[in-house]
């Protein structure tokens, strides 16, 4: 069946697997698609080298690209807690900022009384 320099399917399958760290759920899917076909796994692997290579090597990708996926989802989570704490942070200032005008505004609404008073006083004085 295989030249002693040609491997099995099975045997470029497991090799492709340990290679880029197949999850064995994964190989066995794709050992299952060979003998579901009727082709066995003794067979020889060149005629399809270069489909299974492929498989694997999309496998990998597809996990690395993920892993990074998360990573990055993990990044924003904490981008948006912080931005969060912050949101808090100037909310709490802006409330204490609130609470300190409204304790003067009785005391500038009657300085601006006065201003006013004096105003007409003044401008009484300077007309006679």
Do not use: W
């Amino acid at each position: 069946m295989t030249t002693p320099s040609s491997p099995t399917i099975d045997q470029l399958i497991s090799a492709l697997a340990i290679q880029t760290s197949a999850a064995e759920r994964f190989v066995t899917q794709v050992r299952e698609l060979f003998t579901s076909k009727g082709i066995r796994l003794d067979s020889e692997a060149e005629p399809y080298r270069e489909a299974i290579t492929e498989t694997f090597d999309r496998d990998r990708s597809l996990r690395e690209n993920v892993l990074r996926a998360r990573a990055a989802a993990h990044e924003l989570q904490d981008d948006i807690e912080a931005l969060s704490n912050r949101c808090r942070d100037q909310l709490q200032q802006l409330t204490r900022l609130s609470e300190a005008f409204e304790g003067q505004f009785p005391q500038l609404q009657a300085f601006a009384e006065r201003l006013k008073d004096l105003r007409y006083y003044l401008a009484e004085f300077y007309v006679r």
